[in-house]
């Protein structure tokens, strides 16, 4: 059974920086495409960042591009981060990883909630 869990949000001062994880069983984030996922209150969820499995290739939105950093660790390659930096109230939402092993991210964490006040 495949299992997500996300961890390491929290609030913090805009400006500041947090660092997500996302941790896996069942199954192995270096053979699927990773991605990070978020959705603020009264809003749909939207992509923020992804990373490929075979090249390791990564993409972000705009909004987040040059601050966000999307990593896997390749000694424990059940672990996908997600360092953020350079925070904005507008980064307040519960972040989801999810993975993709075919056409669509069929599986998905619980959540981890990340505010960031002015």
């Known amino acids: 059974q495949v299992q997500l869990v996300e961890s390491g949000g929290g609030l913090v001062q805009a400006g500041g920086s947090l660092r997500l994880s996302c941790a896996a069983s069942?199954?192995?984030?270096?053979?699927?495409?990773t991605g990070w996922f978020r959705q603020a209150p009264g809003k749909e969820r939207e992509f923020v960042a992804r990373?490929?499995?075979?090249?390791?290739?990564?993409?972000y939105t705009a909004s987040v591009k040059g601050r966000f950093v999307i990593s896997r660790d390749n000694a424990n390659k059940n672990t996908v981060y997600l360092e953020m930096n350079s925070l904005k109230p507008e980064d307040t939402a519960v972040y989801y990883c999810?993975?993709?092993?075919?056409?669509?991210?069929?599986?998905w964490g619980q959540g981890t909630q990340v505010t960031v006040s002015s």
């Open positions: 990373i490929s499995s075979s090249d390791g290739y990564t993409f």
């Open positions: 069942g199954i192995t984030f270096s053979d699927y495409r």
């Open positions: 999810a993975i993709r092993p075919g056409a669509s991210y069929d599986y």
